[in-house]
């Protein structure tokens, strides 16, 4: 019996002319369109499933279980009937999209290779992309080696080219009237939805790794998986306030806080960009040098620790930014 929510495949088109695509892994795992399907209407709901590869994991199980409780569902973290059935009026969003590039897709400037040493870092104009393709792949929240997969045969891109990507297109790029130019035009690069709710609260629990937003009646209206502290800096418990939101920060590397660096090191200020260690989006919390950001590495978010702090994907600490004001509760729980 077909699967209520499942929408028949597209066809993936033919074959696009891409010196990027050959970069990824040649051996990449199939992508599982009805998984894929699932991952892009709860991003597109606001609650996160890490990166759009239709492979699940703990991301996909962390934002099925999300969705079930805001509908009030029995949380098992997997797409059973029930969950199915509430996925269905959202089947219009397909999986996939066939999308042409334009000129802006390979403006620069690009990084490549990314020094690693941050007084190198600290050298350059910005913390850009590598090369187009990996900002085509954060546009399309998901990776290279996904766009690989999804476009078989491909060895060059340029302008013009149509390729077949994960569905991460928005339902309005209509941003706050006071975000600056350089802020929407990060905002329409990642392809965020300027359509989101007001956080009430936003929680965060080391026990599970997840950020929740919270509306003033304590419901959960958004969710997603977070890299949360480590052994060394571990999350501090308490209970918090967002201070304000920097978009397109630099990030100042202090040896004097960050265990692991030492301390004969000097500190640097790493320039702004989607590769800075911060991502691209600093909400600046109550707690001294804590904060929520985004991250060079969407693929390693709930995987590799971090300094303390609370990192997310650049496109959903962007869409989190959007949700906060000054003021906003932040809570740290164990």
């Known amino acids: 019996m077909r699967k209520p929510y499942l929408l028949a495949a597209a066809a993936l088109g033919a074959s696009v002319v891409v010196p990027a695509l050959a970069q990824a892994p040649a051996a990449t795992p199939a992508i599982d369109r009805s998984t894929l399907h699932v991952q892009v209407i709860l991003d597109k709901l606001g609650f996160g499933p890490g990166v759009l590869d239709g492979r699940g994991g703990q991301s996909l199980v962390n934002a099925l279980k ?52 941050y007084a190198e870092q600290a050298k350059l104009p910005g913390m850009a992309y590598s090369r187009p393709l990996e900002k085509i792949a954060e546009r399309y929240h998901t990776t290279p080696a996904v766009l690989a997969t999804l476009n078989p045969g491909v060895t060059t891109i340029r302008p013009g080219t149509r390729i ?31 359509r989101v709710p007001k956080a009430a609260t936003i929680t965060v629990d080391k026990s599970d790794g997840i ?102 994907t650049n496109w959903d600490a962007a869409r989190v930014a959007l949700m906060v004001k000054s003021g906003t509760p932040v809570i740290f729980r164990a």
């Open 164 to 194: 077949v990507a994960p569905n991460s297109l928005p339902s309005s790029r209509d941003y706050p009237a006071d975000a600056t130019p350089a802020w929407r035009a990060t905002l329409a690069g990642l392809n965020v939805e300027a």
């Open 211 to 312: 950020l929740r937003v919270l509306d003033a009646g304590g419901k959960v209206i958004a969710q997603y998986t977070a890299t949360i502290g480590s052994a060394r800096d571990p999350l501090p418990i308490g209970n918090w306030k967002v201070l304000h939101v920097s978009p397109n920060p630099d990030w100042k590397m202090n040896p004097a806080i960050l265990k692991g660096v030492s301390d004969d090191k000097k500190a640097q200020i790493i320039p702004p960009g989607p590769n800075n260690p911060v991502g691209v989006v600093w909400i600046d919390l109550s707690k001294e040098h804590y904060g929520i950001h985004g991250t060079p590495n969407p693929e390693l978010i709930g995987r590799a620790e971090s300094n303390g702090c609370v990192r997310l």
């Open 66 to 117: 999300g969705f079930q409780e805001s509908r009030g569902l029995t949380v098992t973290g997997k797409a059973d009937p029930a969950t199915l059935r509430a996925l269905y009026p959202y089947r219009a969003a397909r999986p996939t999209v066939e999308v042409t590039l334009d000129r802006g897709s390979f403006t620069g400037p690009f990084v490549n290779p990314m020094p690693k040493d």
